[in-house]
């Protein structure tokens, strides 16, 4: 499934689960594999805009 973060197109597979306290869960898995970065300061995720335009290519 195809989303965005910080306006850049992202894509993994996704499982729907009713009920959840949050509306996403991000995984390490996608973490790693789009290189997210948590700023816990800001309370934000960051994505490198560079990793993104690598993997759609």
Request: avoid cysteine.
């Amino acid at each position: 499934m195809d989303f965005y973060m910080d306006d850049i197109l992202l894509s993994d597979e996704f499982l729907v689960i009713p009920g959840l306290s949050e509306e996403v869960i991000i995984g390490a898995a996608t973490m790693q594999k789009w290189r997210i970065k948590l700023d816990f300061e800001h309370d934000k995720a960051i994505v490198d805009p560079k990793v993104a335009k690598m993997q759609l290519v």
